[in-house]
């Protein structure tokens, strides 16, 4: 997944804060030239209409907790948001019934499997795991009061703006999503899930196309990293709690099973889709969100992973790294 090492990016110390928007701005550039030429990975085609996309296109966005944005090449090209929705949707349950509720109904664990696996929840007596995989995604969005258009509503004032269906790529997948309508019909047959199956898969199908650009991801994930308010519309749009339980489960199993790996190298909550889309969110600081259709075989955008590895170190973002205090200290 991270074959190639960053030695030669430095380390920033771990501040609390990011550079100066000057900084900010060259290191984004620098990551995108660096990997905008890599060609490896492929375009996701189980879903019929994501295999149109253009490989070619790559956009990396970074916006402050205070706003301010960073742009870097295709940040405007529309692709559909896919699993990265689950990431909203589960800050807009957690606001709209806690944290045990999320916890008793759907669970926050890993499931060390594959995102769309069914074998998950036969091993685990039919508990959907965690909000992130289809299974925990399709129960979440069934505990929404408000169904759809709650889920439209919601996701649109985390972007800030009124976002669209691509009624495309919906008809494409609900044409060919027999996997997911067989999950729900395991989740109701172990009374697990809150709603009719075919009704569930529609809306979580329906979030999963909603069109986003690499900026808009950063705007919705910069406000995960704001405490809930959305730094460019200013809007409350959940609160700072159910933000800290979202980046708990995506720091778990926002990357399913390689989020230990991708923890290990980039220290960051985070979530992926299978358009390309990437978001990473540093609480306090901001968020980036990346976009390139090229995956690897977990299903990951591989510009993307290593845009993210990029900037988490010559940002300073890791969450686990630290400096000796002492140390600085003494130097000081
Ligand atoms: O349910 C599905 O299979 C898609 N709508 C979303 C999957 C996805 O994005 C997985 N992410 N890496």
Redesign the pocket.
């Known amino acids: 997944m991270f074959e190639s090492p960053l030695e030669d990016v430095p380390q920033r110390a771990l501040t609390g804060d990011l550079p100066d928007e000057p900084q900010v701005a060259r290191l984004l550039r620098e990551a995108h030239a660096r990997y905008a030429g890599l060609d490896e990975g492929t375009v996701a085609d189980y879903?019929p209409a994501l295999a149109e996309a253009d490989s070619a296109l790559f956009g990396l966005a970074l916006v402050e907790a205070d706003g301010t944005t960073h742009l870097a090449g295709d940040t405007a090209a529309p692709f559909t948001i896919?699993?990265i929705s689950k990431a909203f949707v589960l800050a807009l349950v957690l606001d709209a019934i806690g944290h045990e509720a999320v916890h008793r109904v759907v669970g926050v664990n890993n499931t060390g499997l594959p995102?769309?696996s069914v074998i998950a929840l036969e091993l685990n007596q039919g508990s959907p795991m965690n909000p992130m995989v289809?299974a925990g995604a399709i129960a979440t969005t069934a505990l929404l009061p408000g169904g759809w258009l709650a889920v439209h509503e919601g996701l649109s004032r985390f972007a800030g703006r009124s976002l669209e269906l691509d009624e495309r790529v919906l008809r494409s997948?609900s044409e060919t999503?027999h996997r997911?309508q067989g999950i729900a019909d395991l989740l109701t047959s172990y009374g697990r899930l809150a709603g009719r199956p075919e009704e569930m898969v529609e809306v979580y199908?329906r979030q999963?196309s909603l069109r986003v650009t690499a900026e808009d991801l950063a705007v919705m994930s910069a406000t995960l990293a704001d405490g809930g308010l959305n730094p460019v519309t200013g809007e409350q749009v959940v609160t700072a709690e159910a933000c800290r339980d979202t980046l708990a489960v995506l720091a778990a199993c926002g990357m399913y099973e390689l989020s230990g790996e991708w923890q290990f190298e980039i220290g960051l909550p985070a979530k992926?889709?299978?358009s390309g889309g990437i978001v990473a969110i540093a609480p306090g600081k901001g968020a980036l969100g990346t976009f390139s259709p090229l995956l690897d075989r977990a299903?990951?955008s591989v510009r993307g992973q290593r845009a993210c590895a990029h900037l988490s170190r010559s940002l300073g973002l890791n969450l686990f790294a630290s400096a000796p205090r002492g140390k600085a200290h003494r130097d000081g």
């Open positions: 879903i896919q699993s995102f769309n289809n997948e999503n997911n199908t999963c992926s889709g299978v299903g990951n």
